[in-house]
């Protein structure tokens, strides 16, 4: 069995080989003009993906400005169509295409605040 100070001796070799290589490797890729060129392109796609992924969240907010106004229009239909209801009034509704609409009325629950 070897004694603790070759292992460590061995153990400091190691870390100095490995350090002459990773100085090395990054050395050979510093001087490579391939890769330099590699480098600039993919930082110039990045930047274009960037501001496609800009634009897109523009749309994206849009998105969500439709979504909330479709939600605050379906609550209010419902709202204008229980009141009519309650009054006695027919609902009468039709699409673009002159299809007939009913309403559908449900009960839902949720826990009091």
């Known amino acids: 069995?070897?004694?603790?100070?070759?292992?460590?001796?061995?153990?400091?070799?190691?870390?100095?080989?490995?350090?002459?290589?990773?100085?090395?490797?990054?050395?050979?890729?510093?001087?490579?003009?391939?890769?330099?060129?590699?480098?600039?392109?993919?930082?110039?796609?990045?930047?274009?993906?960037?501001?496609?992924?800009?634009?897109?969240?523009?749309?994206?907010?849009?998105?969500e400005d439709l979504k909330a106004g479709i939600a605050n229009d379906n609550e209010t239909l419902s709202d204008m169509a229980l009141t009519k209801y309650l009054k006695g009034e027919k609902i009468d509704l039709k699409d673009a295409e002159e299809r007939e609409y009913e309403p559908v009325f449900s009960v839902r629950f949720k826990k009091a605040s």
């Open 1 to 63: 069995m070897a004694n603790i100070q070759e292992v460590f001796g061995r153990l400091q070799e190691k870390k100095r080989q490995q350090r002459e290589i990773m100085r090395a490797y990054r050395d050979a890729l510093k001087s490579s003009v391939q890769y330099k060129e590699l480098t600039e392109e993919i930082t110039k796609l990045k930047e274009k993906k960037a501001v496609i992924e800009k634009s897109m969240q523009e749309q994206k907010s849009k998105l």
